[in-house]
């Protein structure tokens, strides 16, 4: 059965840095969509990208957040100046449909 | 804007019991609600889903009901098995949104 892979499963860094999150999406697939959950919260959505481009974010998605689809497979979060409060797990979904969505296995992040 | 409540957050289970978490929503205009169960190092996995012209669904052992009226919707699991163990997340969007709300999980520790 097709799945959500992600790369890396962790990524430590330091504050300032930028880092770069990458998913696979399933292959016929339309939507994608990046979440976080912060350890012991819930699951906040970030940002949707279809048609190659933004759909729709959140308020946490602020200019320090860009995605982007570069080669019609991967899908990239890219966090571009780290904050210690970025620390989460980051999961991609994807959907052939709006609604239904399909995570990933999710990247730890750890900011110091 | 949406706001999914989820219980209980813990909840144990004799091996072949049945396991019911229930959660409410408080936007009458969701109208899609999906589960999520998510196993130790993976991502949430969607294992059933009830659209709001819907009462009730039945996949196996699962089972979700939505009361609309109430905003509340529950996931019933029959006959619970060891592998049921894990966190349990319930969520809702509404048409229009790419964002899916969820809930703040519930952990199922099945008992042998």
């Known amino acids: 059965e097709p799945e959500v892979t992600q790369t890396p499963s962790h990524q430590v860094t330091q504050m300032g840095q930028e880092v770069i999150l990458r998913c696979v999406p399933i292959?016929?697939?339309?939507?994608f969509y990046w979440y976080r959950q912060i350890l012991g919260q819930k699951v906040e959505f970030l940002v949707s990208?279809?048609?190659?481009?933004?759909?729709?974010k959140s308020e946490i998605f602020d200019d320090q957040f860009s995605v982007e689809r570069p080669d019609g497979s991967n899908f990239t979060l890219k966090i571009r100046s780290t904050k210690l409060e970025d620390s989460a797990m980051y999961f991609c979904?994807?959907?052939?449909?709006?609604?239904?969505?399909?995570f990933g296995p999710g990247t730890r992040l750890l900011v110091l | 804007g949406e706001n999914v409540e989820q219980h209980p957050s813990t909840l144990s289970v004799q091996e072949g019991d049945s396991a019911v978490i229930k959660c409410t929503y408080s936007d009458s205009a969701s109208n899609y609600f999906p589960w999520y169960k998510q196993e130790l190092g993976k991502g949430p996995q969607l294992i059933i889903d009830?659209?709001?012209?819907?009462g009730e669904k039945k996949d196996q052992r699962i089972a979700v009901t939505l009361n609309k009226t109430a905003k509340h919707f529950s996931l019933h699991i029959t006959e619970t098995q060891p592998e049921d163990s894990a966190v349990y997340f319930c969520a809702a969007s509404k048409d229009g949104d790419d964002k899916i709300i969820f809930g703040k999980g519930t952990r199922l520790h099945i008992l042998p």
């Open positions: 990208f279809y048609n190659n481009e933004i759909s729709e």
């Open positions: 979904a994807s959907g052939w449909a709006r609604e239904t969505q399909y």
């Open positions: 009830i659209r709001s012209n819907v």
């Open positions: 292959s016929n697939h339309l939507y």
